[in-house]
């Protein structure tokens, strides 16, 4: 284990929170002179970076998601008009704003959470219309570009996709009797925005975290069900369910154990291993790891548990 260091007059604070898939870039947010704010850090120099700033609003930014060569880094700004979406380049060194959906709002915001493995493609939420979010994807070419909204629930984010940008997950409400519950879907080009649930009583304010390569799995957080879960997974031909319920039925019992879930945070590309915090045995916090089967395939499982935040007697 390395320390990644801090930016010059801050407050020795610093966060990781994601890796370009060559390994040559780490992104995440530190403590300068200036406020908080986004930076990386090269493999080249072995050192942290500042990525700037937007003109005009507060300091304080953060990084979401890099491209796997780390030449593209996306999330969040403050600029002039409030929260801005950002795209920096690392070839020009700027930072910049990637604007918002068409609005009538007199403060406006947007925010970037992912971007393709080439750079060339950016997903999010903006303000959209005469109020809530909207969903969104940008490429230089076409601009942002809304992928839809309940009309009266008016909200919907776009939180993950895959590497080629060809699927995208992330949440929308819609209005039922008694007001909006939310639903995460799955997007493409040729489907649009499809639930993943089919029953849409079945998990409010489910929340997609990542996606596999191929598009058949997806792994996110909910609010506690009936059974206590509090993570899910949606596999292809199989559908939503809890992840706790989901590995009981294939043979590993977490609860039986001592464990349980409470978050997932991402998941590998393949879709099998997935990490995040649990509960142990001993009631504090700890991460997890879990590899499951492909589908069909009932190999033994391992739930290797990995030391964090544990306090030990």
């Known amino acids: 284990m390395i320390g990644l260091g801090d930016l010059a007059g801050g407050i020795n604070g610093s966060f990781a929170a994601k890796i370009s898939r060559d390994y040559s870039t780490i992104i995440g947010s530190a403590s300068s002179a200036a406020g908080y704010e986004a930076a990386y850090w090269s493999a080249e120099d072995l050192t942290i970076h500042s990525i700037g700033d937007l003109p005009g609003g507060r300091h304080i930014t953060h990084a979401y998601s890099v491209s796997d060569d780390g030449g593209v880094i996306v999330g969040e700004a403050q600029g002039t008009k409030g929260q801005r979406a950002f795209m920096w380049r690392r070839d020009t060194g700027v930072m910049q704003d990637l604007g918002t959906l068409p609005n009538s709002l007199p403060v406006e ?4 959470n992912c971007v393709s ?3 060339r493609v950016v997903i999010g939420t903006s303000s959209s219309g005469e109020g809530g979010k909207e969903a969104f994807v940008w490429t230089a070419e076409t601009g942002m570009v809304g992928l839809g909204r309940d009309p009266t629930a008016k909200y919907s984010t776009a939180k993950s996709m895959t590497p080629d940008s060809k699927f995208i997950v992330g949440t929308r409400s819609i209005w039922k009797t008694g007001g909006p519950i939310t639903l995460a879907y799955r997007w493409t080009a040729e489907s649009g925005m499809v639930f993943i649930e089919d029953d849409v009583d079945s998990f409010d304010v489910a929340s997609p975290i990542a996606i596999s390569l191929d598009g058949r799995t997806i792994v996110g957080n909910t609010v506690p069900q009936s059974d206590g879960d509090e993570t899910f997974i949606w596999r292809e031909g199989v559908g939503m369910v809890g992840l706790e319920s989901y590995l009981k039925s294939i043979g590993l019992d977490v609860r039986a154990m001592g464990y349980r879930l409470h978050f997932v945070s991402n998941m590998s590309d393949d879709g099998r291993f997935i990490v995040g915090q649990a509960t142990n045995p001993d009631g504090y916090g700890e991460a997890f790891l879990i590899e499951i089967p492909a589908p069909g395939v009932i190999p033994p499982l391992v739930l ?9 007697r």
């Open 117 to 119: 493995g080439d750079g």
């Open 304 to 312: 290797g548990v990995l030391a964090f935040a544990r306090r030990r």
């Open 109 to 112: 915001s947007a925010i970037a």
